[in-house]
């Protein structure tokens, strides 16, 4: 059974919820140091709420207020969100918020929160560690912007920084398009073989969920669950992250069982993680040290021609080509073809790019 999932007591005195959160404190700090590692966008501020029952000041929107806007049935309550970002218990006292991470992105200006998610961290799992992403929010006038996005590169970060195994994100159907979104762009080393576990009861949700999207976004939710397939049973690779469980699966020790949202994993690779080259990687990194041999000997470029000086000069092959496209761009006519020029802009790193 995992920290965060163990059955809990009577309710606390005032001491007792005291000592708690020096604990919680003492928890989020560790992770705070990590975040000082992560630089986000220019105009935002990374932080980790470490005592995030302490209200803002008037006239900003704190991580309580960013938070409360999340609805996930009967389970997510004022009261509920309270005791979580306290770490303390949830109001059915049966999951314990101790080991919880509160997490925003604020505009550098008006300290107001941009997005917010909390997650909680599993450390006694025979499959290893793992951080469950519980809530995760945006302000709706900031959505479609990539924040969020933003946000969830830094929490990847952080799950890292903290050697955890894999990152549990629990979503409900609204919220699936975006996180299979997400899924779809990770490397093959970085998803797990069944990623996507859901309940039989959330079909018929998943399915309506398109009726209120527009043509674009119902055409691209549709192709991400064809891609993403969900079952209803974790895999082998993943079923040592849910514990020995007890009757019927239903997807604990974590906060939402598989019949409320839909659980997907991804894998945490470790900074020192580097996958293996594919062959067209390879075939391209062969193609790099070839290209650098060519510049430095270069008779080994196909044939020669003589100069007006008599002198021996390299003809043929890319060398030459690059040559005569820097003379084009020099003189104004562009040089390279449309795809070439093209491909050296998308390089340039959008700060907000996922």
């Known amino acids: 059974m995992g920290v965060c999932s163990s059955t809990v ?25 990590r975040a000082k590692k992560i630089t986000p966008p220019p105009n935002c501020l990374l932080c980790v709420e470490v005592e995030p029952w302490i209200a803002a000041p008037e006239g900003v929107r704190g991580v309580d ?79 479609d912007k990539k924040y969020g996005s933003v946000l969830f590169r830094c929490i990847r970060d952080l799950a890292k920084q903290g050697d955890a195994k894999a990152l549990l994100i629990t979503s409900t159907p609204q919220a699936t398009g975006f996180w299979l979104k997400h899924l779809s762009n990770l490397k093959d080393s970085e998803k797990f073989t069944t990623p996507v576990i859901r ?31 969900s079952v209803k049973q974790p895999g082998a690779d993943v079923r040592p992250f849910y514990g020995v469980q007890s009757g019927g699966f239903t997807g604990k020790p974590y906060r939402y069982n598989v019949n409320s949202c ?9 900074h020192n993680s580097k996958p293996l080259l594919s ?36 003809t043929g092959g890319r060398a030459e080509r690059r040559s005569r496209e820097i003379k084009k761009e020099k003189s104004g006519g562009g040089g390279g073809s449309p795809k070439r020029r093209n491909k050296s802009r998308d390089k340039v790193e959008n700060p907000l790019t996922p």
């Open 9 to 33: 007591g009577p309710e606390l005195t005032p001491a007792e919820v005291q000592a708690r959160r020096k604990e919680t404190v003492k928890f989020r700090e560790k992770y705070a140091e």
């Open 65 to 143: 207020d960013a938070l409360a806007t999340f609805q996930r049935g009967s389970h997510t309550s004022t009261k509920e969100i309270n005791m979580a970002l306290s770490g303390m218990v949830s109001v059915d006292n049966k999951y314990d918020y101790k080991k919880s991470v509160v997490l925003s992105l604020k505009d550098k200006s008006t300290k107001d929160v941009i997005t917010a998610a909390l997650m909680c961290e599993h450390d006694n799992l025979p499959g290893g560690k793992v951080l469950e992403l519980i809530w995760f929010v945006t302000q709706r006038k900031m959505e």
């Open 199 to 229: 309940g039989k009861k959330l079909d018929s949700k998943m399915s309506s969920v398109p009726k209120n999207l527009n043509e674009r976004r119902s055409l691209h939710f549709k192709e991400l669950t064809r891609i993403n397939p």
């Open 262 to 270: 839909s659980h997907i994993w991804l894998k945490v690779l470790s």
């Open 279 to 314: 062959s067209s990687s390879a075939s391209k990194a062969s193609n790099s040290g070839s290209n650098k041999s060519i510049k430095s000997n270069p008779s080994s470029l196909r044939g020669e021609r003589r100069s007006g000086d008599g002198k021996k000069v390299a």
